[in-house]
């Protein structure tokens, strides 16, 4: 049976993990290998690596940190940031990345999603959504999120942009749900369950985790494919193989890395 | 034979990642797509990331689809390199190397079913072999991202399932194909080309007997 996912997601800038609240005021978390080694021992499904200033500072992803996890670690990873290019894509999968998200870059031009499809297959491509509520009661797209003095509000409505993206051949959808992110009171259930409906890719959640029960809700309520986290995971706060156990005996089918028997 | 593992570049994004998971088990493979190298290595790996046509055009462009079909030494493929040793892959309609009987098929988009399936799903095993060895423990999950399948066959050795069993592990004869990514399936993908390194030239094909 296919296993519901638990990815910790770090943030990366200046070769050094980093997590700020609410997208803001980043403080160092550690050494990227070092954590992913970690994370890998824990029981970690996958791992997403974002270089969050690389998109608002028109820089690409530096392929040496890529390379590095690569040989380090044997669970999959997406890296995330700076990828404006099939160029782009090319030399991080290339060294060693088994997906690339795109987020900013394919909003100032989708056809970049298809052009990845096109050369490297659905599945190495993954579409990161940046999405706040805005007083009307509409889910907005947001960009260049890793800055806040760059970030802006687009037109463009959510479920829109999550529907284009799988047309044009996103293998993946991460919705940021920036209105939980960071304050650990929860995921966004009912704003997951509206892009559930409409998705029929796996679609991962991020922004709002501070309980072992919040990831029980978002697997039963919201039917995601995987729930991303940082700050509980990277804090200490949740245990891997504790939270895994709870979410066992929850009924969430969920990956063990340790004898059951 | 000169004792070299072989990866045979498909065009596959994740050929980097198998040569580190190569290098995590002590073995420095190298990457080449000369007829004769290939031909005198003691394993051949065939990875693969991406979509069966182009897959195929790049081994035909190089005579490397006749190289392949010929050879006597263990040759694993991985993902779309498994896909690729079957008679033919329904993506973009493509007659395939041949190695192993059967065709590969799309999953269904019609009965709700995401596609790629993709995380970590249980090897369930349908016949014992050496390819197999020490995967009795309580892990037996693999790391899968693929839209197409083999259906299980007389050559399934694991089965996995997603809407439907399909192929997970296959062995024909020296022919093996893992569908899911051992080098990133954790302490059992290491394990999993651990055993395809252990089996010799000499290695009896495949039976159907089980031989635990």
Same mark, same amino acid.
């Given at each position: ?78 890296? &995330? @940031?700076? =990828? ?6 090319? /030399?991080?999968?290339? *060294? !060693?990345? +088994? ?70 051949? &996103? @293998?993946? =959808? ?6 939980? /992110?960071?304050?650990? *009171? !929860?995921? +966004? ?73 | ?212």
């Amino acid at each position: 049976m296919l296993k519901r996912r638990l990815i910790p997601c770090l943030d990366v800038r200046d070769g050094k993990v980093v997590k700020g609240v609410r997208f803001r005021d980043h403080v160092v978390m550690g050494d990227i290998v070092d954590l992913a080694l970690r994370y890998r021992d824990a029981g970690a499904d996958e791992l997403v690596f974002y270089d969050i200033t690389a998109s608002p500072e028109g820089r690409r992803v530096e392929r040496a940190w890529v390379e590095r996890v690569a040989r380090g670690i044997d669970i999959p990873f997406c890296v &995330a @940031g700076g =990828i404006r290019s099939v160029e782009d894509a090319r /030399d991080v999968l290339h *060294a !060693g990345a +088994d997906k690339v998200s795109v987020n900013s870059p394919a909003l100032e031009r989708p056809g970049l999603i298809a052009e990845l499809a096109e050369a490297f297959g659905v599945q190495c491509v993954v579409v990161g959504v940046d999405s706040m509520r805005d007083a009307d009661g509409e889910w907005r797209v947001r960009q260049y999120t890793g800055n806040p003095d760059k970030t802006r509000a687009l037109t463009r409505r959510t479920l829109d942009w999550v529907g284009e993206a799988q047309r044009l051949g &996103a @293998g993946e =959808i991460v919705l940021n749900c920036m209105g939980t /992110d960071g304050v650990r *009171a !929860g995921y +966004d259930i009912e704003q997951l369950s509206r892009v559930r409906a409409i998705c029929e890719v796996p679609l991962v959640a991020s922004g709002g985790a501070g309980t072992p029960d919040h990831f029980v809700e978002v697997f039963r309520e919201a039917h995601v494919d995987a729930a991303l986290a940082a700050s509980v995971f990277h804090g200490g706060d949740i245990a891997i193989p504790d939270l895994k156990k709870h979410l066992g005996r929850a009924g969430v089918p969920v990956r063990y890395t340790w004898n059951t028997d | 034979m000169s004792g070299e593992v072989v990866l045979v570049d498909a065009g596959g994004t994740n050929i980097g990642s198998v040569r580190y998971a190569l290098e995590r088990l002590g073995v420095e493979a190298v990457m080449s797509d000369d007829p004769g190298r290939i031909r005198a290595a003691s394993h051949v790996i065939l990875p693969g990331v991406g979509a069966a046509g182009p897959g195929m055009a790049r081994l035909r462009e190089r005579g490397l689809d006749a190289v392949i079909r010929a050879l006597t030494q263990p040759v694993l493929g991985v993902c779309l390199g498994m896909q690729l040793l079957f008679e033919h892959s329904q993506e973009g309609d493509t007659p395939c190397l041949g190695v192993v009987p059967g065709r590969v098929l799309g999953f269904p988009r019609d009965t709700g079913l995401r596609v790629p399936h993709m995380g970590w799903n249980t090897l369930d095993t349908v016949r014992e072999d050496p390819l197999l060895a020490g995967l009795d423990a309580g892990d037996r999950h693999a790391y899968f991202v693929h839209g197409y399948a083999a259906p299980v066959g007389p050559y399934t050795l694991a089965s996995s399932e997603y809407g439907a069993p399909f192929s997970a592990v296959v062995r024909q004869g020296n022919f093996c194909g893992m569908q899911f990514h051992p080098e990133r399936s954790a302490a059992v993908g290491a394990r999993l080309l651990g055993n395809f390194l252990a089996l010799g030239s000499a290695s009896a094909p495949s039976t159907g007997e089980v031989v635990a």
